[in-house]
């Protein structure tokens, strides 16, 4: 039995192996992603039922603008496909959900960059879930970007807490747990600053299979650690 007191406030997803999931099953990629997907919105409804108020997903990152552009043309037709599904729409509204997206946006299509927006603000009165997607995201771009606006400024001193306000997260409260599916351990470029002294918790199963009962279970090993943060 999970307690409540002891979950995280911020959560923290690296969505990995929606490719290796599509090939298990004999197909295409863009199969896996689609599945994955469906898998987001019942963690996200699971997030809800447990009173988790902050989730963020690691939908792509910088370094998967590598990839030949016919799979990354899929993937963002799959993403603005989601975005301007009514069904999908009444799903954040129907749960209170709040969207919000980081990264380098500049870099997305036109027409999902303007979709994007157009969701932020159609659920920004949403005060319940805050989902955040970390799209066309990479953590060492964004401490660049950071640092570049700060001496734009020409601040000479900065602290950590002001550091932080220029962050693209720098709206989110810090980050207590992240977890990332499939079977690799490491963070691939992903909230580097932020997981500082967030907890980590890797698991085998591939994001397209992931569940609520596996949600529960990085939970339950969540609230047996002690968090020391150096002390």
Not at 49 to 62: D, G
Not at 63 to 80: Q, S
Not at 101 to 114: E, M, Q, T, Y
Request: hydrophobic share 40%; net charge neutral; glycine share 4%.
């Amino acid at each position: 039995m999970l307690n409540l007191e002891s979950l995280p406030k911020h959560l923290a997803i690296i969505m990995d192996g929606n490719s290796r999931w599509a090939n298990s099953q004999g197909r295409v990629k863009i199969d896996g992603y689609r599945k994955g997907s469906e898998v987001a919105y019942d963690i996200a409804k699971h997030c809800i039922a447990l009173a988790i108020p902050y989730l963020t997903l690691y939908a792509f990152s910088m370094e998967n603008w590598l990839r030949p552009k016919e799979e990354t043309d899929c993937l963002f037709d799959l993403f603005y496909s989601i975005l301007t599904d009514r069904d999908k729409v009444n799903f954040f509204h129907n749960y209170n959900i709040k969207l919000n997206f980081v990264g380098n946006l500049s870099l997305l299509p036109g027409k999902v960059l303007n979709q994007i927006k157009e969701s932020e603000e159609m659920t920004h009165k949403n005060d319940g879930l805050l989902l955040t997607v970390a799209v066309s995201y990479g953590a060492k771009q964004e401490i660049i970007h950071a640092v570049r606006n700060i001496t734009r400024k020409n601040i000479d001193c900065v602290s950590e807490d002001e550091f932080e306000k220029f962050l693209y997260t720098k709206d989110l409260p810090k980050l207590d747990l992240l977890i990332r599916t499939g079977g690799e351990k490491r963070l691939s470029n992903f909230l580097l600053w932020q997981a500082a002294y967030a907890e980590l918790y890797f698991c085998d199963t591939l994001w397209p299979d992931f569940s609520c009962q596996d949600l529960s279970k990085a939970l339950e090993d969540y609230t047996k650690r002690e968090k020391r943060y150096g002390r």
